[in-house]
T-cell receptor, first 110, second 113 residues
Framework: AQRVTQPEKLLSVFKGAPVELKCNYSYSGSPELFWYVQYSRQRLQLLLRHISRESIKGFTADLNKGETSFHLKKPFAQEEDSAMYYC????????????FGEGTQLTVNP | KAGVTQTPRYLIKTRGQQVTLSCSPISGHRSVSWYQQTPGQGLQFLFE???????NKGNFPGRFSGRQFSNSRSEMNVSTLELGDSALYLC????????????FGPGTRLTVL
């Protein structure tokens, strides 16, 4: 069965420091990977997807099929990046069902 | 364009009761998915509907059911509530079911006493 693992429940960095949120997955096929973010008192929202290969709010993520990882990175963290981040996987055969990781709470300190 | 709305936002029930949660998708969206979010299990997929048909179902007991109406609005029902059903229930809508286009609602917080 497919599984998404985010090894860090909590991550704390200082403003201006680089940040990397780890995501590993187990799935034998060709998945689609996503990062969702939930700011305090706001809805869950899509941050980026691997297919788009885009940078959103300075964040990037590269799908590494060899290491089955999809880590989220930002070179210079900002205080407004503080939020809960979820990595999610969509199987090629699951319709639109998403499997989420448990999330990483990122805190960016001033 | 109004976002996904869920009603009620908060609900308190007792064990053994049943509950119905409602979700109104973004106008024009035909797909609706439901997720259960708890501190211990995280976000767990419940079901997905497209044009009134259930396309996908997660690993939840039969007490959890759902449906979608012709106007794409969706409801989910939980019968014989258990304490463990206490959770935030999230609804998401999409135009045609592509995961990249899922827009989430604010959720309904269900507390079972």
């Amino acid at each position: 069965a497919q599984r998404v693992t985010q090894p860090e429940k909590l991550l704390s960095v200082f403003k201006g420091a680089p940040v990397e949120l780890k995501c590993n997955y187990s799935y034998s096929g060709s998945p689609e990977l996503f990062w969702y973010v939930q700011y305090s008192r706001q809805r869950l929202q899509l941050l980026l997807r691997h297919i788009s290969r885009e940078s959103i709010k300075g964040f990037t993520a590269d799908l590494n099929k060899g290491e089955t990882s999809f880590h989220l990175k930002k070179p210079f963290a900002q205080e407004e990046d503080s939020a809960m981040y979820y990595c999610a996987l969509k199987q090629e055969t699951s319709g639109s069902r998403l499997t989420f990781g448990e999330g990483t709470q990122l805190t960016v300190n001033p | 364009k109004a976002g996904v709305t869920q009603t009620p936002r908060y609900l308190i029930k007792t064990r053994g009761q049943q509950v119905t949660l409602s979700c109104s998708p973004i106008s024009g969206h035909r797909s609706v998915s439901w997720y259960q979010q708890t501190p211990g299990q995280g976000l767990q997929f419940l079901f997905e509907y497209f044009s009134e048909t259930q396309r996908n179902k997660g690993n939840f007991p039969g007490r959890f059911s759902g449906r979608q109406f012709s106007n794409s609005r969706s409801e989910m029902n939980v019968s014989t509530l258990e304490l463990g059903d206490s959770a935030l229930y999230l609804c998401a809508s999409s135009l045609g079911g592509t995961a990249s286009g899922w827009f989430f609602g604010p959720g309904t917080r269900l507390t079972v006493l």
